[in-house]
Every structure is written in structure tokens, then in C-alpha cells.
T-cell receptor, first 113, second 110 residues
Framework: DSGVTQTPKHLITATGQRVTLRCSPR?????VYWYQQSLDQGLQFLIQ???????AKGNILERFSAQQFPDLHSELNLSSLELGDSALYFC????????????FGEGSWLTVV | AQRVTQPEKLLSVFKGAPVELKCNYS??????LFWYVQYSRQRLQLLLR??SRESIKGFTADLNKGETSFHLKKPFAQEEDSAMYYC????????????FGKGTRLSVIA
């Protein structure tokens, strides 16, 4: 157990809908990362937050947004869902903002039908 | 911009044979390199970090700055090593998130 918890574990939703994925980092970690893993694109970095502020942005679509709350948990919001958004979404956390090991959660399986 | 290249999508070896999973990187600053392993679409687990210089499950990796490589090696493959392996790069400082290669699937054949 890495200490990073993600909910829900599985989610099936229809095209056009909106979902929210939740992540609680390891105790003491200030940085949270979101990654998308799909069969054709591999592991893609979406966005990073550090102590409540956006730190780095990757290949995140405009339909997606995220935030980190004062208690350091994070949410990834996916809207106007398309079939191609079906993927495994990982959250990870680390103590610092860079140059350190990051620990992954179990992931949230999103299936868009 | 940083980049991680894992040239092999799939590597098949026989049990007991040596394994080398290749990783090359491109980064202008001082890199921090990692290997993560993923079993059957579970969460990614840290296998190695180059600065720790340790051996985990018999795997080792040496950072070669001249060749910009961080290849993962194991002298004798085991069936339980079959998994997806990802090489990853971040910077020691600054706004550099951990960037992953596309991964190599290792299949160890009995």
C-alpha cells in the first residue's frame, strides 16, 4: 500500500457526462500529480499541484480541470466526456515539488460508453 | 524539454537469462532517474531510483550521463519479473514533473 488513495476505483458513464475523481495523498506529502494511462498513449502526465497551487501542466485537455484543496486532497474533473477519455487515471504524491520519488495510487478506471 | 525513450515495446526472455531494458533520456539540467514497475494494470511501484544505488529484486541500473542512458539490468530473469517497466525522469530542481517513457513489457518465458 503506497498510502495514496483514489476513489472511485471504477466508473462507467455516458458520453457528454461529467465525472470527478478524488485523490488523497500520502500523509505529509504536499505535491499531487495526475496521470492518464491509455492503451495507445501510454502514461501521460496531466497536471501537478503543490501545496494548493498548480505547479506544472502537461497534456491536459481544456475539458479537464483539477484542484488541490487546503487539506491537500485533490480532485480531477472530466467534463463533456468522449469515448476516447476511457482510461486508467492515476494520482500520485510526493513530499516535494520536484526531484523526489512519487508514489502512485491504485488508479480510477473510467469507461465512457 | 525532457524526454524519455524506451525503444523496446516488448522484450521476451527465457527464465534464467539476463535481462536489459533500455532507457535513454534527453534533459538539459541535472536529471533524476527512476524505474517503475506495473503488474497487470495495477498501480505503478517504484523499483529503483538512481541516486540510491541499490539493487531491488535483483535489478540494478546505472546512470550513464555520457550516453544519457539508464538501462535496467538483471542477471537472471524470473517468471515473476513479467510486468510493464517504465523509465521516468525528473529534474533535481525546478518545475519538472516526472515524465515517463512509453514502457517496455517484459515477458519471461518458463
Amino acid at each position: 500500500d503506497s498510502g495514496v488513495t483514489q476513489t472511485p476505483k471504477h466508473l462507467i458513464t455516458a458520453t457528454g457526462q461529467r465525472v470527478t475523481l478524488r485523490c488523497s495523498p500520502r500523509s505529509g506529502d504536499l505535491s499531487v500529480y495526475w496521470y492518464q494511462q491509455s492503451l495507445d498513449q501510454g502514461l501521460q502526465f496531466l497536471i501537478q499541484y503543490y501545496n494548493g497551487e498548480e505547479r506544472a501542466k502537461g497534456n491536459i485537455l481544456e475539458r479537464f480541470s483539477a484542484q488541490q484543496f487546503p487539506d491537500l486532497h485533490s480532485e480531477l474533473n472530466l467534463s463533456s466526456l468522449e469515448l476516447g477519455d476511457s482510461a486508467l487515471y492515476f494520482c500520485a504524491s510526493s513530499v516535494q515539488a520536484s526531484g523526489n520519488t512519487i508514489y502512485f495510487g491504485e488508479g480510477s478506471w473510467l469507461t465512457v460508453v | 524539454a525532457q524526454r524519455v525513450t524506451q525503444p523496446e515495446k516488448l522484450l521476451s526472455v527465457f527464465k534464467g537469462a539476463p535481462v536489459e531494458l533500455k532507457c535513454n533520456y534527453s534533459y538539459s539540467g541535472s536529471p533524476e532517474l527512476f524505474w517503475y514497475v506495473q503488474y497487470s494494470r495495477q498501480r505503478l511501484q517504484l523499483l529503483l531510483r538512481h541516486i540510491s544505488r541499490e539493487s531491488i529484486k535483483g535489478f540494478t541500473a546505472d546512470l550513464n550521463k555520457g550516453e544519457t542512458s539508464f538501462h535496467l539490468k538483471k542477471p537472471f530473469a524470473q517468471e515473476e519479473d513479467s510486468a510493464m517497466y517504465y523509465c521516468a525522469l525528473t529534474g533535481a530542481t525546478g518545475n519538472t514533473p516526472l515524465v515517463f517513457g512509453k514502457g517496455t513489457r517484459l515477458s519471461v518465458i518458463a
